[in-house]
Structures are given as structure tokens and as C-alpha cells.
């Protein structure tokens, strides 16, 4: 309830990725841990990853149309495995091009969903340019977003802090860590979502022990009262934008 005793409105999610598995591997704790709240998490997914990351698919010798659909289901079960609603747009993926259609789709999602949080792609990813078609599209379209002179429908946003998740190649995406999420809480669950995603099976044990290491270095920045004995999960965050406060901590 807020001060005036109206009900308060859940906080809200909105994650932009490119590809179908992409909010999984990288935001699936960060995503269970905020539908663990009650809060409300969107994730806007442009593409199924039908091209780009369905290797597994190809080589069995099914078909486009057969494999959107395999990554479409494998999609929808992991994300109400966290606790999330996905929306797919089908925009196409290797390459997905960044559109101003596609934005002006984005603009809609972000006035109708107005995020308090918006998770997307890093800037950089020079193994795959789906990854930063996406970030430029998920900024663009939360400036616009923003604008009153914009037209759409909706009500304009704030201005929701974004982070950035981690890509598959950090070093080589000049990905650092800034923020570290425990997840140890919600880890099955994210655990549970990675095995809905049956085209990336190589990549269950690789985010499972990703995020071991995200949380030996949670606890080396948290210091000795964690205790030594926790197994911490973590995630790890880069901030575009500076944070905001009135005192630091
Ligand atoms: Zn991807």
C-alpha cells in the first residue's frame, strides 16, 4: 500500500534480448529473483534465435519454421519456469537489423510495461552482432520512450537505471563485472529454466559454473561476515549509466 492507501503498483522488469535463450543464461536469476518479490518481469525477445543459436536443430535437419517453433516453446516454459512473460517479435535473426520500426515496437513495450529496471545487451560483442543490434535498440527506443513529442500510445517513462548482462565472451566484449547479484536463493530455479532449452544443452553446465565463479568474487567484495562455507550464486551487471544517490554506500 502506498502513504495515500491506493494499492502500490509491483515493480517492474522489462529485459530486451535478441535471441530466444538469451534472458535465461544471463538474467534468469535476476529475473526469478524479482518474480520471487511479486514484481512484474516483461521479456521483449526480438528474434527465436533461429539462425544464430539453434546449431543443434540444423544439424538434425529440421526446418525454419519447425525450429522457431522448438526455440518459441522451449522459450515460453523457461520463462514461466522464472516467473516471467515473453513476447516474441519474430524480427529475424543473423543478421537482426536494427530498424526503426522495430524500435518504434520497443517504444510501446517500454510506455505500456513502464520498467522501473530494463536488462539488455552490452554495447559490444564481436562474436555475434545480434547482441549489439539489440543494446542500441533497447537504448534508442527507451530515450524515445521517454520523449513526450514521441508519438505512440501510452504514457511517457521515467527514466528506469539499465544494466547490462553478461555476454558469452566478456573479456572480448569489454565486459566488467560492476554489479554482482547473489542468486544463491532462486539457483534451482534458473538452474530448472536453463534445462527448458534443450537447442543450447552444451551451455547448462558453462552458466552453471559461470556462476560459481560470479560467486567466489561476490563474496571476495563482500567480505569475512558471508562466511566462507556459503556457496554464493551470483550474476554479473555493467551500468551504462551512472547510479544515483544521496549518500554513498
Ligand atoms: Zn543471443
Redesign the pocket.
Known amino acids: 500500500m502506498t502513504q495515500s492507501g491506493a494499492p502500490a503498483t509491483p515493480r517492474s522488469t522489462l529485459v530486451i ?6 534472458f535465461v ?1 544471463r538474467a534468469g536469476g535476476a529475473i526469478a529473483l524479482a518474480a520471487s518479490r511479486g514484481e512484474k518481469v516483461s521479456v521483449a525477445c526480438l528474434t527465436f ?1 533461429e539462425r ?2 539453434s546449431a543443434k536443430a540444423w544439424r538434425e535437419g529440421r526446418q525454419l519454421d519447425e525450429i522457431k517453433a522448438i526455440r518459441r516453446d522451449e522459450a515460453e516454459r523457461a520463462a514461466a519456469t522464472l516467473g516471467a512473460e515473453v513476447r516474441f517479435f519474430d524480427a529475424g ?1 543473423y543478421p537482426l537489423v536494427a530498424t526503426a520500426e522495430l524500435t518504434d515496437q520497443l517504444v510501446v513495450v517500454y510506455r505500456a510495461v513502464q520498467p522501473d529496471v530494463v536488462l539488455t ?1 552490452p554495447v559490444e560483442d564481436p562474436y ?1 552482432g ?2 549489439p543490434a ?1 543494446n542500441r535498440m533497447a537504448l534508442e527506443a527507451r530515450i524515445l520512450a521517454q520523449a513526450v513529442g514521441y508519438p505512440g500510445e501510452g504514457e511517457i517513462i521515467g527514466a528506469p537505471p539499465v544494466f547490462y548482462f553478461e555476454p ?1 565472451q566478456p573479456e572480448m566484449s569489454g565486459f566488467r563485472p560492476e554489479v554482482l547479484l547473489d542468486i544463491t536463493e532462486v539457483w534451482e530455479t534458473k538452474r530448472k529454466a536453463m534445462e527448458c532449452l534443450g537447442a543450447q544443452q552444451h551451455l547448462w553446465d558453462y552458466y552453471t559454473d559461470l556462476a560459481v565463479r560470479r560467486g567466489v568474487q561476490f563474496k571476495r567484495n563482500a567480505g569475512p561476515n558471508l562466511g566462507l562455507a556459503h556457496k554464493t550464486m551470483a550474476e554479473a551487471y555493467m551500468r551504462p549509466f551512472p547510479q544515483i544517490a544521496k549518500e554513498l554506500a
Open positions: 534480448t535478441a535471441h530466444a535463450g538469451d543464461w534465435g544464430a543459436e535473426d545487451h555475434n545480434d547482441h539489440a558469452h
